[in-house]
C-alpha cells in the first residue's frame, strides 16, 4: 500500500513532441505528490508538485494532472526539448505522516531525439 | 541554496573493506537521509534520521549502519563491504513538515571489487 507505481520505464520521444509519464498509488494517506528531475552525473531535484485538491498544476511545459478517484497522476512535458533528457521520478507523501518520508517511483528514462 | 555535499564522487574498494560515506548539508536541516540507486529500481531507502543521534531504519538497511553526531553531518557505514553493495548512494535532507521537498547531494558512485 506504500508503493508508488511509475510506467513507463523508458521513453523516448522527438524533439517538440509530448512526453507523459503515468504514476499510480494506493494508500488515500498520501496528500502531497512530487516529482523530481535527475540529470546524469547529478542528484534529483523537486521538479513539480501537486495536492489532491486540484486537478491540473502547470508550469511552464511542464504539466501535472491528478485523478483522485482513480488514485493515478502524470508528468506531462509539451514541446519535449532534448534538455529534458533526464530521469523522472513520481513520488508521494503524506504530511500527517512523522516518518517525514517520500515514497518514490521507479524511475522513467527520458529521452528526446533532437 | 541549500547545498548537500558528498565526500566523494568515486570510490574503489575491496570486499570486506569498511566503507564511510559522509554527507553534509548547509541549512540546518532537521531531517537526513541515505539512499541508493539502482538502475530499475528506482531510490530506495536505506536509513533517515530526524535529529542529532537519532536513526531510523528505512525500506534496505542491511549491511549498512549510520552516524549522526552532528546535525549536518550524516554518514553511511558499511561496515564489510560486499559486491552487492556496488550502487549510487545518494544522501538528502529536508524540513519536518516539508518532508515532499528533499534536498539531495550529487551522489558517490561505490564499486566493491
Known amino acids: 500500500q506504500q508503493q508508488v507505481k511509475q510506467s513507463p520505464q523508458s521513453l523516448i520521444v522527438q524533439k517538440g513532441g509530448i512526453s507523459i509519464i503515468n504514476c499510480a498509488y494506493e494508500?488515500?494517506?498520501?496528500?502531497?505528490f512530487p516529482w523530481y528531475q535527475q540529470f546524469p552525473g547529478k542528484g534529483p531535484a523537486l521538479l513539480i508538485a501537486?495536492?489532491?485538491?486540484?486537478s491540473e498544476k502547470k508550469e511552464g511545459r511542464f504539466t501535472i494532472s491528478f485523478n483522485k478517484s482513480a488514485k493515478q497522476f502524470s508528468l506531462h512535458i509539451m514541446d519535449s526539448q532534448p534538455g529534458d533528457s533526464a530521469t523522472y521520478f513520481c513520488?508521494?507523501?503524506?504530511?500527517?505522516?512523522?516518518?517525514?518520508?517520500?515514497?518514490f517511483g521507479k524511475g522513467t528514462r527520458l529521452h528526446i531525439l533532437p | 541554496d541549500v547545498k548537500v555535499t558528498q565526500s566523494s564522487r568515486y570510490l574503489v574498494k575491496r570486499t570486506g573493506e569498511k566503507v564511510f560515506l559522509e554527507c553534509v548539508q548547509d541549512?540546518?536541516?532537521?531531517?537526513m537521509f541515505w539512499y541508493r540507486q539502482d538502475p530499475g529500481l528506482g531510490l530506495r531507502l536505506i536509513y533517515f534520521?530526524?535529529?542529532?543521534?537519532?536513526?531510523e531504519k528505512g525500506d534496505i538497511p542491511e549491511g549498512y549502519s549510520v552516524s549522526r553526531e552532528k546535525k549536518e553531518r550524516f554518514s553511511l557505514i558499511l561496515e564489510s563491504a560486499s559486491t552487492n553493495q556496488t550502487s549510487m548512494y545518494l544522501c538528502?535532507?529536508?524540513?519536518?513538515?516539508?518532508?515532499?521537498?528533499?534536498?539531495f547531494g550529487p551522489g558517490t558512485r561505490l564499486l566493491v571489487l
Open positions: 534520521s530526524y535529529d542529532v543521534k537519532m536513526k
Open positions: 513520488a508521494a507523501s503524506s504530511r500527517g505522516n512523522r516518518d517525514d518520508k517520500i515514497i
Open positions: 501537486i495536492r489532491p485538491d486540484v
Open positions: 494508500n488515500t494517506a498520501f496528500d502531497y
Open positions: 538528502a535532507s529536508s524540513i519536518p513538515g516539508q518532508q515532499e521537498t528533499q534536498y
Open positions: 541549512m540546518d536541516h532537521e531531517n
